[in-house]
């Protein structure tokens, strides 16, 4: 329902079939069976869409392998494998690299050398789709915000991602496609981190996309000014 509503709201989409993505966390099947099941994702999608009357046409399919074995790609994760640190991977995989006691620490656990590079892949394939805005699940905010900050040096220009996480939006009762008036009144209830996260985040690039940049940010400042006025 969300590929319906940004075709509907006049966006083009392109969804990444990771297939390569998923012969790391499948080694038992085969590249040729993974990808058999992505073509049937994309005639699964397309029927979706125009069920309910969406143009497919605005969605464009990318298969992890078109790039992801190319020598440029490969060169790039060499690079980037010199200089981000193991911590920064787990961290942005939500496993703890140093204590002992944690369950979730990388000490009491045996994982996959997947996990480890996930992130890097993932930050690489916004590059290669020219990526302008990722939507993904709320389970994702710590790589997302790996990616953010390991990109700023690898990408081929100053252009950000906007990362619009499904799970915080659904949290909080905000669409994306909501009038202004009623994000207004939502954000009334809203504590400050959450607005200024929305604000920052989100809502302000995606707004100044509809030319609503200034008012919104006028009545963000407003809202968390009061909040303030009234912890203080």
């Given amino acids: 329902m969300q590929i319906v509503k940004f075709i509907?709201?006049?966006?083009?989409i392109t969804i990444l079939l990771a297939d390569i993505h998923e012969?790391?966390?499948t080694p038992e099947l085969t590249l040729d069976k993974i990808q058999n099941r992505g073509k049937a994702y994309k005639i699964l999608i397309e029927l979706l869409v125009e069920l309910f009357d969406a143009n497919p046409n605005s969605i464009l399919y990318r298969f992890g392998s078109e790039f992801q074995l190319s020598s440029e790609y490969v060169l790039d994760f060499y690079k980037i494998s010199s200089y981000t640190t193991i911590?920064?991977?787990?961290?942005a995989r939500e496993i703890d690299f140093n204590p002992i006691e944690s369950d979730n620490s990388i000490s009491k656990s045996n994982k996959k050398m997947t996990t480890m590079i996930y992130p890097i892949l993932q930050s690489l394939?916004?590059?290669y789709i020219n990526c302008d805005i990722f939507y993904g699940s709320i389970t994702q905010e710590l790589m997302c915000k790996y990616s953010e900050e390991?990109?700023?040096n690898n990408r081929k220009s100053d252009k950000k991602v906007l990362y619009l996480l499904q799970d915080l939006t659904t949290k909080i009762g905000i669409s994306f496609f909501d009038p202004l008036d009623t994000i207004q009144i939502k954000?009334?209830?809203?504590?400050?981190?959450e607005i200024e996260y929305l604000s920052e985040k989100i809502l302000s690039p995606l707004l100044e996309l509809r030319g609503d940049k200034t008012?919104?940010?006028s009545y963000t400042k407003q809202i968390i000014s009061e909040l303030l006025s009234k912890t203080s």
């Fill in 8 to 12: 509907k709201a006049g966006h083009y």
């Fill in 23 to 25: 012969l790391l966390d």
């Fill in 87 to 91: 911590n920064e991977t787990f961290k």
């Fill in 125 to 127: 394939d916004e590059k």
């Fill in 150 to 152: 390991l990109m700023k």
């Fill in 187 to 193: 954000l009334e209830y809203l504590k400050e981190d």
């Fill in 215 to 217: 008012f919104f940010l």
